[in-house]
């Protein structure tokens, strides 16, 4: 719903007249999202464009300006929820667009700071978030503000006004379902995936006519679901994902397996292509699930047309420790004895990071990008994992009591090497830098069984971390050779994203709440602000009236504190926050550093 206070009401109309003057009938193009990443002057897509390698072009702020940008304004999301605030701020024509905690949307004038306008989603009392009520953005497309719910929906709003265009409900939150990634917009579609695998949903990937909402595609991502297409409005049969069900799955637990794409897509133009992640199988113990478990723990190519699977590459096979396949497809080329590769690398929860022909899935190379991995021995040819059964929890079956499997310690923890924070690519130094952490933990598995609306996990768990230093590390991975070029070890877990630029310059934020950037080609530390909560963000960079501004949000939550075990007595003294901190360098340090 808008607020609509009195006084806000006239703000709105006030800032509506004067800050939309000339601009209120610009909108978000085709054009504009895919030429995004070459922009320098708005952020119309979660990623910087479509590939999600979170690179600029801009190098006003650089390594010899960075210490001289200032805070201009920061913004307060307000009231009791705070929280987790993991969005991406988008902006457009002098106004960004972010989300906040409980799907919640902003509009503030970039300029000022100002609040033009708040649209707070009715939230019912059961909904069902596993890993705190955050939400990481929206889309932008015509005069359209898009985003999901924690009760499983998407909303357009007006740009302007913050009005509800259209609202579609896309999944039954009360059977676990919810929406906390930003969508993504291709050929004037929104596609979106949900989240839910801990209460045994069914993943999917849906496609939307972003001017109106109405479906134009569904396609699941568990092995044995029909897929559907839209035709003269008609929902008609599109293919079963695999084929038929019962190929990787035993009995009916395809009915109920998981595998959510929870965290969004990215899409490459060069081969039309829309690659999402998958998550967990359901349950967790998988002594319940022999066989590899099509498509969980996987990454997807999808045709965004007709929302057909084109290839799939699965990181964890008959996955046991919850390291969902989810993480970001980041698309990128580099040059091998002569030829252009197009490749596509993603850093996966199970600590090995994937070099992939995007093309058409094939592996090209893998390596540990953590300092320990005990479930796999290492990686064959084609990329598959080589399993160490010894450090796979116990069935509860074979216990003495049938309550309770053998425990097992496992490194990484199911919170992964990477979880759901983005990575940068630079293409100047062509590294990839990775938000990642250094945590075990012991697991063991539960006799369990479906419930609609209920967790099914099947599993407990404890996390420690490995060092009593650090558990956080920034990482610049070289994808050509598996070199870790440089890293920088942070005491608490990394959980917000990167963002490289051509400044030569790594920004990313750590928990104890600072905006930190880094040389890009050394590691050296160049500028650090506290913004006074812990950064689980994405921070972005734009260019306006001239001058370079960089944006993060700030507000300590996620997973982390819910989740971690030992680990979050490590994180309790955090303090929770809600705001935007938005900084510049001013023009005339920019033109001293000319000079």
Not at 43 to 71: A, C, F, K, M, W
Not at 204 to 222: I, Q
Not at 538 to 556: A, C, H, K, R
Request: hydrophobic share 35%; charged share 20%; with cysteine.
């Amino acid at each position: 719903m808008l607020n609509k206070g009195k006084a806000k009401a006239l703000s709105l109309s006030v800032l509506v007249s004067f800050a939309f003057a000339g601009s209120v009938n610009a909108q978000v193009t085709d054009n504009d999202i895919v030429n995004d990443h070459l922009t320098t002057n708005e952020v119309v897509t979660n990623g910087l464009g479509l590939h999600g390698q979170r690179y600029s072009t801009l190098d006003t702020i650089n390594t010899q300006t960075v210490e001289d940008i200032r805070p201009v304004w920061a913004f307060s999301l307000g009231g009791e929820k705070q929280r987790g605030q993991e969005s991406q701020p988008m902006i457009k024509d002098g106004v960004m667009y972010i989300t906040g905690s409980y799907s919640r949307v902003f509009a503030i004038d970039a300029r000022t700071g100002d609040e033009l306008w708040q649209y707070e989603a009715r939230l019912p009392d059961g909904i069902m978030p596993c890993c705190d009520v955050i939400n990481r953005g929206v889309a932008l497309y015509g005069d359209l503000v898009i985003f999901g719910t924690l009760d499983a929906k998407l909303v357009a709003l007006n740009k302007d006004t913050g009005k509800v265009v259209w609202k579609k409900k896309v999944e039954d939150y009360k059977a676990g379902y919810s929406i906390s990634a930003a969508p993504i917009v291709v050929k004037g579609k929104v596609i979106t995936g949900i989240a839910g695998g801990e209460f045994g949903i069914v993943g999917k990937v849906r496609a939307y006519d972003a001017s109106n909402g109405k479906l134009v595609w569904e396609r699941p991502t568990v092995e044995g679901h029909m897929g559907y297409i839209v035709k003269d409005g008609k929902k008609i049969e599109n293919g079963i994902s695999g084929g038929a069900p019962g190929k990787t799955w035993p009995a009916d637990l395809w009915k109920s397996g998981g595998a959510a794409p929870w965290l969004g897509g990215t899409y490459d133009a060069d081969t039309d292509s829309l690659f999402f992640g998958t998550g967990n199988p359901a349950p967790w113990n998988s002594h319940l699930r022999p066989g590899d478990n099509y498509f969980s723990s996987s990454r997807l190519a999808i045709d965004p047309d007709t929302g057909k699977i084109k290839w799939h590459f699965q990181t964890t096979p008959h996955d046991g420790w919850d390291y969902d396949g989810v993480n970001e497809v980041v698309s990128f080329d580099y040059q091998e004895q002569g030829k252009t590769i197009k490749a596509a690398a993603t850093a996966d929860r199970n600590g090995f990071f994937y070099v992939l022909n995007r093309e058409n899935g094939d592996f090209i190379r893998g390596f540990p990008f953590v300092d320990k991995i005990t479930w796999a021995k290492g990686l064959n040819e084609d990329g598959s994992p080589i399993y160490d059964d010894s450090n796979r929890p116990g069935n509860p079956a074979a216990s003495s009591d049938g309550k309770k499997g053998d425990s097992v310690v496992t490194a990484p923890s199911f919170l992964g090497g990477k979880n759901w924070m983005p990575m940068a690519f630079s293409q100047d130094t062509g590294l990839f830098y990775v938000p990642s952490n250094e945590w075990e933990m012991e697991i063991w598995n539960e006799p369990t069984a479906y419930k609609k609306g209920a967790a099914y996990l099947g599993a407990g768990f404890t996390i420690k971390a490995l060092k009593d230093e650090y558990i956080g590390v920034l990482r610049a991975i070289d994808p050509k050779t598996g070199e870790t070029v440089w890293r920088y070890n942070n005491y608490a877990p990394l959980w917000g994203g990167v963002l490289a630029t051509a400044g030569n310059l790594v920004f990313t934020g750590n928990p104890e709440g600072y905006l930190i950037a880094f040389d890009a080609k050394t590691g050296e530390e160049l500028y650090k602000f506290n913004t006074g909560s812990g950064i689980v963000g994405s921070p972005v960079t734009w260019e306006m009236d001239g001058e370079q501004y960089i944006s993060v949000l700030s507000g300590w939550g996620g997973a982390v504190p819910l989740w971690g075990g030992d680990v979050a007595k490590r994180v309790k003294d955090l303090n929770q926050g809600g705001s935007v901190w938005t900084f510049k360098l001013p023009k005339k340090f920019a033109q001293l550093a000319q000079n």
